[in-house]
């Protein structure tokens, strides 16, 4: 039985800022909004691509990520003794990029890594496995959602067992936005490896609750939910804000959600 008593709704353990070029708001604006929701500790996860065609660009820069830590480390000393404050990346899964990704992770002074992967190359472009632009969708869908999804899960679990992480974000994200899209037998037993990995790793699973207002629940679904609970596998919760206001968002509404997990 999943325990909602298990799971720390006072960490929001996954943030992003403006600095992304796809959110609102600075790093100031989301730590005064965590405090103003009494969380007593956030993890800003700020995005790292490696070797990605595509635009406008959605991660941040070597400049960008210098910046980052300088004003994370301001934010902690001001804020000291009102919130802790911890400084990661989500770190973006490019399969043709592996060791430059590993290299430029081994460089920072992360506090927590979580990965995940959010671009998928047909040809010389990639495409947003998360977005919702028609363009991207179709044409992944032409190449063949099953053999796209069956990449993805292959490439989470390659990338789990060759570097040391922390979390492992919003699992079954990919292809959100299609309306038909749906796990097959051979992704769930792709999905058992990794969660097998991520045991003998002592990996987290991220609760990610902004798939609460995307698809009515979050991600990653029941079913994966309850093999991660049968493996005894750590739960941390992550609200996957991009704006200051949504820090925190549905983590009241958890507990009544896993309740429904575990009736069934």
Request: proline share 3%.
């Amino acid at each position: 039985m999943i325990q909602a008593t298990h799971i720390d709704t006072g960490f929001d353990g996954h943030i992003h800022t403006s600095l992304c070029q796809h959110a609102t708001g600075n790093m100031e604006d989301y730590v005064r909004a965590a405090i103003d929701k009494n969380l007593h500790t956030i993890c800003f996860l700020e995005h790292l691509e490696t070797g990605i065609a595509y635009q406008p660009r959605s991660w941040l820069t070597e400049e960008d990520f210098q910046l980052y830590f300088s004003e994370g480390n301001r934010l902690r000393e001001r804020y000291h003794g009102k919130i802790t404050i911890l400084l990661g990346a989500e770190a973006g899964i490019n399969p043709e990029k592996r060791e430059e990704l590993y290299a430029r992770i081994a460089g920072m002074p992360v506090d927590r890594v979580g990965i995940s992967r959010h671009f998928y190359r047909i040809g010389e472009r990639h495409h947003n496995l998360l977005s919702r632009k028609k363009e991207g969708l179709v044409q992944l869908s032409a190449y063949g959602k099953d053999r796209v999804l069956e990449d993805y899960f292959t490439s989470i679990l390659r990338t789990l067992g060759d570097i040391p992480i922390d979390v492992i974000c919003h699992l079954d994200a990919a292809l959100r936005h299609v309306q038909d899209i749906s796990l097959k037998e051979q992704h769930f037993t792709l999905i058992e490896h990794i969660l097998d990995t991520m045991v003998n790793k002592d990996v987290a699973l991220e609760i990610n609750t902004s798939g609460f207002v995307l698809r009515g629940h979050p991600f990653p679904d029941k079913r994966i939910l309850r093999m991660a609970q049968n493996r005894g596998i750590r739960f941390q919760i992550g609200s996957d804000a991009h704006a200051p206001e949504q820090v925190g968002r549905d983590f009241d509404t958890l507990s009544d959600y896993l309740n429904t997990v575990n009736s069934q």
